[in-house]
């Protein structure tokens, strides 16, 4: 074997592919049988909405490449070629799952879903109307002409184009129609059921409208159709040193969101050459950029068909979260801080606990200011009611809201009104910066002196993906940490210089090379024969110095293993490069979210909890926050619970192979199901909640 030498160049793996390989081990979850049927169909939703972002956010610099025959960046149009081809075949499998698995499936069940040449006189009567009374009235057929040009089409909306026969009112032979369908039509709807019958039938909104397209253009035929759907480049700019009023300029860009770069164009599958040909020069895309499939052009929106079926037998056994074992229903959480910190692993343990926190804070006359950070709390602002009850009372409150955070814009946009309306202090965190920390500051006086309490996270304020995202939320009182944190909103509020902090890590300033600084220490022991050890869990790996770091440290010795959820450059096992690398990438029921970083060298170990992945952007162009976890028990905790478990996870867990290939662990492992561990279910189980 050659060995190379500690400064050869690691062959990273891509990117973007890696990201499509995430996905693929997503739609893994679609094609096993052991899994409930409504939840093997809600995976293939997720890999549809996954899809739509990987195109809104990451796909334009490839798109220009291509039209453009340049490079931009690692975008080229070779990396277009592939990338096309590499979604086509993702594309192809996920309406294979569909078409012949899981409709069968769903059908056997009872459930059915009725195209228009399956259904009965009785049904086709209940189609008619409700298309007459509830959706004919909502659509407008736009026939284009000099007049009548190709209308603005909405980012990933759901539209037919016709081709029709005959002449118009005019006597003009104006073949072709656009019909937009609105989005606050149902995309599913349920069928009357059939007397004594136990079927349930449903019907798309686009099999309603294509049954009766002709209805929409008296006095001509319908030769050809087909519904399509095109999704944009979706990501905001905005030159923050330009403006100046952020928050006004992100509500112009949201306006402007929906009408951008065309990327994709789907179809389906019977779509003449002529439409989709004349599609595509509408949109400016070349023919790679056409996706026909084989039924709704929009699988994401399944998801209504899923919350419309009563049968909890094909759904995942609800799981309730355990209050946190640490806490005592009912003793003020100032009263337990005191007696040493608290952590919750979400959400095996309940996020209410956090919310309690806060509510008990907002509650207690002692309490004289709170700060927050806000990236997604989401829109229902269960948060956002108790900061505004809190300035009610007479408390100081500040909120530094990040407005940029991709997709929940306009929700942050409205908290931050929400809250400046009652009298909050609202910031906007530091130009040109993402403010990406979770932290929760309470200020209270006690016994004559000030006293602060934190919660800080690896994820974010938001009740609902909390039940469904795992992470850990981190409680003290510790002087020295809640110090920082201080420190920390000064800074973001005034823009002066950062103070030296005493155990707190930030990025943009410290966290890069305070990492690297732990990487070359744990190489260095390694090299003078000490044990030495790197174990990271996050949700993506693909910041080239930390990857190249990490390819050296295994170079000198160290044993390195990366359990990261999604993109990933490092590979694995590569002779001469990474021997001692092992990547492990844990798909399950939950999303993993968590960020830990351990560190062992010589006699030394340090454990770090953090809101960043080891992305270029996380530590160069974003406010995050790392702190490291002293207490003795909680380091074991965290070490068992998120790091040793997935580690040995046979059932979840994916191997990356040298070439950037997953394989599931059990295959590689060749472990009999007799022995099949899930860090996920294990965790359920331990934790008590109802599963």
């Known amino acids: 074997m050659t060995v190379a030498s500690p400064m050869s160049r690691v062959p990273f793996l891509d990117r973007d592919q890696s990201i499509l390989a995430f996905n693929e081990r997503v739609l893994d979850w679609a094609r096993r049988t052991e899994v409930p049927l409504l939840e093997r169909l809600r995976y293939l939703t997720i890999v549809s909405s996954n899809l739509d972002e990987f195109f809104e956010v990451r796909f334009e610099p490839h798109l220009s490449a291509r039209l453009n025959n340049e490079q931009r960046g690692p975008a080229t149009v070779?990396?277009?070629?592939?990338?096309?081809?590499?979604?086509?075949?993702?594309?192809?499998?996920?309406?294979?799952?569909?078409?012949?698995?899981?409709?069968?499936?769903?059908?056997?069940?009872?459930?059915?879903?009725?195209?228009?040449?399956?259904?009965?006189?009785?049904?086709?009567?209940?189609v008619r109307d409700f298309f007459t009374q509830e959706v004919q009235p909502l659509l407008l057929p736009v026939g284009l002409d000099p007049a009548h040009p190709f209308p603005q089409v909405a980012n990933k909306s759901l539209n037919f184009i016709v081709r029709l026969s005959g002449r118009d009112a005019f006597g003009r032979e104006n073949e072709v129609a656009i019909v937009k369908v609105p989005r606050s039509l149902p995309r599913f709807l349920r069928m009357p059921g059939v007397k004594g019958s136990r079927q349930v039938h449903f019907v798309s909104i686009s099999s309603v409208i294509r049954a009766h397209l002709g209805d929409l253009f008296p006095g001509r035929q319908v030769t050809e159709f087909s519904q399509f759907r095109v999704t944009r480049h979706s990501d905001l700019a905005v030159d923050e040193e330009e403006v100046k009023n952020l928050?006004?300029?992100?509500?112009?860009?949201?306006?402007?969101?929906?009408?951008?770069?065309?990327?994709?164009?789907?179809?389906?599958?019977?779509?003449?050459?002529?439409?989709?040909?004349?599609?595509?020069?509408?949109?400016?895309?070349?023919?790679?950029?056409?996706?026909?499939?084989?039924?709704?052009?929009?699988?994401?929106?399944?998801?209504?068909?899923?919350?419309?079926?009563?049968?909890p037998e094909l759904r995942f056994a609800?799981?309730?979260?355990?209050?946190?074992?640490?806490?005592?229903?009912?003793?003020?959480?100032?009263?337990?801080?005191?007696?040493?910190?608290?952590?919750?692993?979400?959400?095996?343990?309940?996020f209410d606990a956090v919310l309690a926190f806060l509510r008990e804070a907002v509650e207690d006359p002692n309490v004289l200011a709170i700060k927050q950070t806000i990236y997604r709390t989401g829109s229902?602002?269960?948060?956002?009611?108790?900061?505004?009850?809190?300035?009610?009372?007479?408390?100081?409150?500040?909120?530094?809201?990040?407005?940029?955070?991709?997709?929940?814009?306009?929700?942050?946009?409205?908290?931050?009104?929400?809250?400046?309306?009652?009298?909050?202090?609202?910031?906007?965190?530091?130009?040109?910066?993402?403010?990406?920390?979770?932290?929760?500051?309470?200020?209270?006086?006690?016994?004559?002196?000030?006293?602060?309490?934190?919660?800080?996270?690896?994820?974010?304020?938001?009740p609902g993906t909390a039940k469904l995202y795992t992470d850990l939320s981190y409680l003290t009182a510790d002087e020295a940490l809640t110090g920082d944190l201080e420190q920390i909103f000064l800074h973001l509020a005034s823009q002066n210089?950062?103070?030296?902090?005493?155990?707190?890590l930030i990025a943009p300033f410290h966290l890069h090379k305070a990492m690297l600084d732990r990487i070359e220490a744990a190489a260095q022991a390694a090299r003078e024969g000490q044990p030495a050890r790197i174990v990271l869990k996050m949700n993506a790996l693909t910041d080239e110095p930390l990857a190249r770091a990490l390819a050296q440290a295994s170079q000198a010795g160290v044993k390195v293993d990366v359990i990261v959820r999604g993109a990933c450059i490092l590979p694995a096992g590569l002779p001469g490069h990474t021997d001692n690398v092992r990547v492990c990438s844990i798909i399950g029921r939950l999303l993993e979210h968590s960020r830990v970083f351990l560190f062992q060298y010589g006699e030394q170990?340090?454990?770090?909890l953090s809101s960043a992945d080891w992305m270029n952007r996380n530590m160069l162009r974003r406010i995050e926050l790392a702190w490291p976890v002293t207490d003795p028990t909680l380091r074991r905790r965290i070490i068992d619970e998120c790091l040793e478990l997935s580690l040995a996870d046979n059932t979840d867990a994916w191997l990356l192979q040298p070439d950037g290939v997953y394989l599931r662990a059990q295959g590689v492992n060749n472990k009999s199901r007799a022995h099949a561990h899930s860090a996920q279910a294990q965790l359920m189980a331990r934790y008590g909640g109802k599963a």
């Open 380 to 462: 229902k602002g269960e948060m956002t009611e108790l900061l505004r009850e809190a300035v009610r009372r007479g408390k100081e409150v500040t909120a530094v809201v990040e407005l940029k955070a991709r997709f929940d814009e306009e929700a942050n946009i409205n908290n931050a009104e929400l809250l400046e309306s009652v009298g909050a202090q609202v910031v906007y965190g530091i130009v040109g910066l993402k403010t990406h920390a979770k932290m929760l500051l309470v200020t209270r006086r006690e016994q004559g002196r000030l006293r602060r309490y934190a919660q800080v996270s690896t994820g974010n304020y938001n």
């Open 497 to 504: 210089r950062l103070a030296r902090l005493q155990k707190a």
């Open 247 to 311: 928050r006004t300029a992100l509500r112009v860009g949201l306006q402007h969101r929906h009408y951008g770069r065309a990327l994709r164009l789907e179809v389906s599958a019977g779509c003449s050459d002529f439409l989709s040909d004349f599609l595509l020069q509408q949109f400016d895309l070349p023919p790679e950029a056409l996706y026909k499939v084989a039924g709704s052009v929009n699988l994401v929106r399944m998801t209504q068909l899923i919350d419309l079926v009563d049968a």
């Open 605 to 608: 170990e340090e454990l770090w």
């Open 78 to 126: 070779h990396s277009y070629a592939r990338i096309s081809e590499h979604v086509h075949r993702l594309v192809d499998q996920q309406y294979q799952i569909y078409n012949s698995e899981l409709l069968p499936l769903l059908e056997k069940r009872g459930i059915k879903v009725v195209p228009h040449g399956e259904r009965n006189l009785r049904q086709r009567r209940w």
């Open 318 to 350: 609800r799981y309730q979260p355990s209050w946190p074992i640490q806490l005592t229903p009912g003793q003020s959480f100032f009263d337990r801080l005191q007696q040493g910190d608290v952590l919750i692993h979400q959400p095996y343990e309940s």
